[in-house]
């Protein structure tokens, strides 16, 4: 196959008509349920889920920080019809990691396992509540992170913080 998008001269990955996913996707529950119901073994989704990060998680190493609830969290009044929506996270209950796209560390550190070779650094333009950056460095790997939201930035820099702390013995200082 080719690629009006890349070129007609360049292969294209092909799809695979008997409905199968490459071993790298993830998936969300409604598509795992859609999955589960092809496979004539059992649940396929075994091999993909990953639970979202709990809140003890999520907050891990921001005790310092202000406890948001979920209307503040995601700029809604406490009340409102968004409130409702799961999509806004504003039924969180709140914390004080108040990123609205948390990553589960199992995922990411999957992830950085995944495309980091060894000894190597992980780069994250992104960087967020800097579920990445614990990832990488509780696998081992050096990590650089920017982030250009300063309540973000502070946020990830507490969860770092944890994350290396205490430094071992042998660690410069």
């Excluded at 396929?44 to 639970?51: Q, S």
Aim: glycine share 12%; hydrophobic share 35%.
């Amino acid at each position: 196959m080719t690629s009006a998008v890349y070129g007609t001269g360049r292969p294209q990955q092909r799809v695979d008509e008997s409905g199968r996913w490459p071993a790298n996707v993830t998936l969300d529950e409604a598509a795992a349920e859609l999955l589960d119901g092809q496979a004539t073994n059992g649940g396929a989704t075994r091999f993909f889920y990953i639970a979202k990060p709990t809140r003890t998680e999520r907050d891990t190493g921001c005790a310092h920080l202000p406890f948001r609830t979920g209307a503040e969290a995601c700029g809604r009044k406490e009340g409102s019809a968004g409130m409702n929506s799961p999509r806004a996270g504003a039924n969180s209950g709140g914390g004080r990691n108040h990123h609205p796209t948390v990553k589960s560390l199992a995922l990411m550190r999957w992830l950085c396992r995944l495309i980091t070779p060894p000894g190597g650094t992980v780069l994250d333009l992104f960087a967020g509540s800097g579920s990445t950056g614990v990832a990488a460095l509780a696998e081992g790997f050096d990590f650089i992170g920017i982030e250009r939201e300063p309540a973000y930035a502070e946020i990830a820099h507490a969860r770092l913080c944890h994350a290396i702390e205490p430094l071992p013995k042998s660690a410069p200082t």
